[in-house]
């Protein structure tokens, strides 16, 4: 099995995935809505990695959002010089460079900085954090809306996940907690993308009971294997459409896990 990690797919799933869950933190974390607050006006930030990708991500005092510009927004970048320095600006030993104005720098010191630190912490609970419950539901929330969207980086870059994806036909599988959570993930033609959850019957389903359960399984302390088994985990209709969807997550977790 491959365990060696690819720095590149690393970086796509740094900045999709990890600083993607921004929205969602701003959506369920009080800190975040405090930080965001603060905002004297709204802010189009850019993350770009030197000859590769980015991604863009919009600030306002009542959220953040990947898809919704404001005409007139503060104007900021933070460069990477490459994949590598990416990863480890996300891993804590080294700094973006940020190319920005006086009110972009503000921005960057007082409102996102504190925000990334933040992320970081419901990702990476400590054994406090997680005896508080409803801090422990918030990280389980966003631990797995970054690891749904590491799932596409996964399987369209990485060259485990393009093995396993070469063997899913058309479909749509869906991700679930419970009857409270849903995300859907549309593959097509091999490729893996996110898509907005429907009334439409997807292919397969992959289901966890619980959040405590989805939560123990991304963070490495159960087995998906395990939770198959005793009913915590059900898998329904198309079986290979999740089967490897199992797989990929587990690729997944050898990233995150970084």
């Known amino acids: 099995m491959l365990t060696e990690t690819d720095q590149k797919v690393l970086a796509s799933i740094n900045l999709h995935a990890v600083f993607g869950a921004l929205p969602r933190l701003a959506e369920l974390a009080p800190e975040a809505r405090e930080l965001l607050a603060g905002l004297g006006a709204p802010v189009s930030l850019t993350l770009s990695v030197a000859g590769g990708d980015s991604t863009r991500l919009h600030f306002r005092r009542d959220g953040i959002s990947a898809t919704d510009p404001t005409t007139g927004a503060t104007k900021a970048r933070l460069q990477f010089r490459s994949a590598q320095h990416l990863n480890a600006v996300v891993a804590g030993t080294a700094q973006p460079i940020p190319l920005a104005g006086i009110a972009g720098l503000r921005f960057l010191a007082s409102v996102f900085t504190p925000l990334t630190v933040l992320l970081t912490r419901y990702l990476q609970p400590s054994a406090d954090d997680l005896a508080d419950p409803e801090f422990a539901d918030t990280s389980?929330?966003?631990?797995?809306?970054?690891?749904?969207?590491?799932?596409?980086?996964?399987?369209?870059?990485?060259?485990?996940?393009?093995?396993?994806?070469?063997?899913?036909?058309?479909?749509?599988?869906?991700?679930?907690?419970?009857?409270?959570?849903?995300?859907?993930?549309?593959?097509?033609?091999?490729?893996?993308?996110?898509?907005?959850?429907?009334?439409?019957?997807?292919?397969?389903?992959?289901?966890?009971?619980?959040?405590?359960?989805?939560?123990?399984?991304?963070?490495?302390?159960?087995?998906?294997?395990?939770?198959?088994?005793?009913?915590?985990?059900?898998?329904?209709?198309?079986?290979?459409?999740?089967?490897?969807?199992?797989?990929?997550?587990?690729?997944?977790?050898?990233?995150?896990?970084?």
Do not use: W
Not at 214 to 243: F, H, Q, T
């Open 140 to 258: 389980r929330m966003l631990l797995l809306d970054v690891a749904v969207s590491a799932i596409a980086v996964v399987a369209n870059d990485d060259r485990s996940g393009r093995f396993s994806a070469s063997h899913m036909s058309d479909g749509d599988l869906d991700i679930t907690v419970g009857d409270a959570l849903r995300y859907r993930l549309r593959v097509r033609d091999h490729a893996i993308t996110r898509a907005e959850v429907t009334d439409s019957a997807p292919r397969a389903v992959f289901g966890f009971a619980d959040l405590r359960t989805a939560g123990d399984v991304l963070a490495g302390r159960e087995s998906a294997l395990a939770c198959v088994g005793d009913g915590r985990i059900a898998l329904r209709g198309y079986i290979p459409l999740v089967d490897n969807t199992s797989r990929i997550l587990d690729r997944v977790g050898q990233y995150l896990g970084k």
